[in-house]
């Protein structure tokens, strides 16, 4: 069965530092890859996604993710993070017959001035 | 922009009440989810709909219905609301197969 892995439930970082959310996924073949980002109180916004093609991909608010289908992960990435970045992190897999999204449990992120 | 609303952003409801959470969608987009948010457990999906009078169970369906009888429509039924559904309700849509969805703001419903 697919499932997605967020190993990292709270990161806390200072601003400018860089960022890494880490993102484990088990699918049998060739996975769709997604990101989303929750603010408090607000619904899930996409940040970037993976179909196919270049395994690095960027996305919106300057982040990046990376495919490495030998890891099986889809790791998260910002080189320097701001203020605003504190928010809640999904990462998520689409596959099989009913296209559904299987969501991780997240990563809540928080930021230090 | 695809723009996808619910009809309350707070909702309190007592025990026993039948509730009911509407979800639009201004992009004509064939497929609609429903999703129950709850700390440390992520996305769960309840149930979603592909077209217009379809239904499919998702992987918490239990004490919930939908309906959708207009393609920009989707609605989550509580037919009995009970304190275990007091969680943070997320509807979103898609145009079909591995496409990209997107999410409504969130209904917060807690149940006394």
């Known amino acids: 069965a697919q499932s997605v892995t967020q190993p990292d439930i709270h990161i806390t970082v200072s601003e400018g530092a860089s960022l890494e959310l880490r993102c484990n996924y088990s699918y049998g073949a060739t996975p769709y890859l997604f990101w989303y980002v929750q603010s408090p109180g607000q619904g899930l916004q996409l940040l970037l996604k993976y179909f196919s093609g270049d395994t690095l991909v960027q996305g919106i608010k300057g982040f990046e993710a990376e495919f490495k289908r030998s890891q099986s992960s889809f790791n998260l990435r910002k080189p320097s993070v701001h203020w605003s970045d504190a928010a809640e992190y999904f990462c998520a897999v689409n596959g099989g017959a009913t296209n559904k999204l299987i969501f991780g449990t997240g990563t809540l992120l928080a930021v230090q001035p | 922009d695809v723009k996808v609303t619910q009809s309350s952003r707070y909702l309190v409801k007592r025990t026993g009440e039948k509730v009911f959470l509407e979800c639009v969608q201004d992009?004509?987009?064939?497929?609609m989810f429903w999703y129950r948010q709850d700390p440390g457990l992520g996305l769960r999906l309840i149930y979603f709909?592909?077209?217009?009078?379809?239904?499919e169970k998702g992987d918490i369906p239990e004490g919930y219905s939908v309906s959708r009888e207009k393609k920009e429509r989707f609605s989550l039924i509580l037919e009995s609301a009970s304190t275990n559904q007091t969680s943070m309700y997320l509807c979103?849509?898609?145009?079909?197969?591995?496409?990209?969805?997107?999410f409504g703001p969130g209904t917060r419903l807690l149940v006394l």
């Open positions: 979103a849509s898609r145009t079909g197969g591995v496409e990209t969805q997107y």
């Open positions: 709909s592909y077209d217009v009078k379809m239904k």
């Open positions: 992009m004509d987009h064939e497929n």
